[in-house]
């Protein structure tokens, strides 16, 4: 005798679409981890790269690659945001970010300075003056931090004191803050050992890394496992039990 009772037809079918439902999921996610390995990886590469001319990518920059660019031009140097994140040292701190104008272009670009660490009290980091005259910049053409939960709305409308500050950046809020357009993705400038910031960047990827993914893919096929062993749970015949003499 089978250990195993009949199933009906609509049990055996539910269980497949559940397992297959499950499995696919279980691939997209690893999927989506090995993409995201694959850009951390581009993003690493990206710090040895040639520089090219800021003007070839400005618009258009390559999808899923980090170009590194240089840039001549002006800094509005009365017009600086902070992202208040203090995720670089236990005192706080904020990544400083200032528009600038490239030479013979109407467009901003948003220039990453870097991380001023904070001095352990509430109140915002010492700004060092920008340079007013002509400069010329170098770094990763990137895309902007992410804006995670944009709690309280827009915070820099807000504001009418600068420098401004705000736990997110939105470059649409930014540009409709400085009343003009702003190219897609902000330069994060090279390291410099004279400088007062801290220049460690990296891919923004924490509202979900690859190992979180990995985490799900693993959810997910345990569902598939699961699903499987309800239906012999449940289809499985019970044993019967003998009666004595």
């Not at 109407?106 to 010492?126: C, Y």
């Not at 959810?219 to 012999?232: K, L, N, S, Y």
């Amino acid at each position: 005798m089978s250990p195993m009772r009949r199933p009906a037809w609509w049990s055996v079918l539910l269980t497949i679409a559940g397992v297959l439902v499950f499995l696919r999921l279980g691939v997209w996610q690893l999927h989506r981890a090995d993409y995201k390995d694959e850009l951390l990886r581009r993003y690493a590469a990206a710090a040895g790269a040639p520089v090219q001319a800021f003007d070839a990518v400005a618009d258009q920059p390559p999808m899923d690659a980090y170009p590194r660019v240089r840039v001549q031009g002006r800094y509005l140097a009365d017009r600086l945001y902070l992202l208040d994140n203090p995720k670089h040292d236990s005192l706080g701190g904020a990544e400083v970010y200032a528009p600038f104008l490239p030479s013979n272009q109407q467009k901003l670009l948003l220039v990453d300075l870097g991380f001023l660490p904070g001095n352990g009290t509430d109140k915002a980091p010492q700004l060092p003056p920008l340079p007013a005259d002509v400069q010329t910049l170098q770094g990763t053409y990137q895309p902007p931090p992410g804006t995670g939960l944009e709690l309280g709305g827009n915070a820099l409308a807000q504001q009418t004191q600068w420098p401004k500050t705000s736990i997110y950046l939105d470059l649409g809020q930014v540009a409709a803050d400085l009343h003009g357009a702003l190219y897609p993705r902000v330069l994060a400038l090279d390291p410099d050992p004279s400088a007062i910031y801290v220049r460690v960047h990296a891919l923004d990827l924490s509202s979900m890394p690859p190992a979180r993914h990995r985490a799900y893919a693993f959810q997910w096929f345990t569902f598939a496992i699961a699903a499987v062993v309800i239906f012999v749970v449940l289809h499985r015949r019970k044993p019967r039990l003998k009666r004595d003499g």
